[in-house]
């Protein structure tokens, strides 16, 4: 009997982890989003949360009372930059990775692309906000074609009140609903928002095969089951 889920990233999780070894990326903002207790519930073997948080960062306490008060033992916290060219020599690979929430608050989306590959063994799900294709509102219409990854900093003022009239009923979007000053070393704003066409070729390019893909989020948001490649 086919199990019920109410979200899709769960749902891979439940098809791929069963006697392999686990990380959440990026999982520490909003402790309630981890899924390492996903994890854990479907049989990974090795469970590990890994994020950008200094060790001292009160998201770590709360993330591990939260872990207490799942029952969730063993989980292994530790303190790292996705975006770190070097990270093959610093974290050791899993067998499969979680990452959600990520991608688009990166400046650079394919050094991210390219390390999830380098820090998973055999899977990667991973959630990104995209664009549609076209938005139109209040504000006026905005459309480009399915290759397109959209770059935030580039928007004109017109086109940031109709983004801003998009995504405000979803929360704060630094760079959308709101102007933002950039700087490459800044990860709270949004830097890029890929079509769903373009993802998936991101994703291709980068080397994964595309195993499954749903949007999610009322079509603003993509979640992919990626494989590794053979014998990596």
């Not at 996903?38 to 049989?43: I, T």
């Not at 060790?55 to 009372?65: A, I, Q, V």
């Not at 650079?108 to 549609?132: C, E, G, W």
């Amino acid at each position: 009997m086919d199990l019920f889920f109410s979200d899709v990233r769960d749902k891979y999780i439940s098809r791929v982890i069963k006697g392999n070894t686990f990380a959440d990326i990026g999982g520490l903002w909003g402790t309630v989003n981890e899924k390492v207790s996903v994890a854990h519930k479907y049989g990974a073997s090795d469970l590990n949360m890994m994020d950008i948080q200094p060790p001292e960062s009160d998201l770590w306490h709360r993330f591990r009372e939260r872990m207490v008060a799942l029952g969730v033992t063993g989980c292994r916290c530790v303190t790292m930059d996705l975006g770190n060219p070097q990270i093959g020599s610093t974290v050791q690979p899993v067998d499969v990775v979680h990452c959600s929430g990520v991608l688009y608050h990166h400046p650079d989306p394919m050094l991210l692309l390219a390390n999830l590959r380098r820090v998973s063994r055999k899977y990667v799900i991973l959630t990104s906000a995209i664009i549609r294709n076209e938005i139109k509102n209040r504000k006026g219409r905005y459309s480009l074609p399915p290759s397109s990854v959209l770059f935030v900093p580039a928007l004109s003022d017109a086109e940031r009140e109709i983004m801003k009239a998009h995504w405000e009923p979803y929360g704060t979007a630094y760079g959308l609903t709101q102007k933002y000053d950039f700087a490459v070393d800044d990860f709270a704003p949004w830097w890029w928002l890929p079509t769903a066409t373009a993802l998936l070729a991101m994703c291709t390019a980068a080397g994964f095969s595309v195993e499954d893909s749903a949007h999610t989020w009322n079509d603003n948001a993509l979640t992919v089951l990626l494989r590794c490649p053979a014998g990596q």
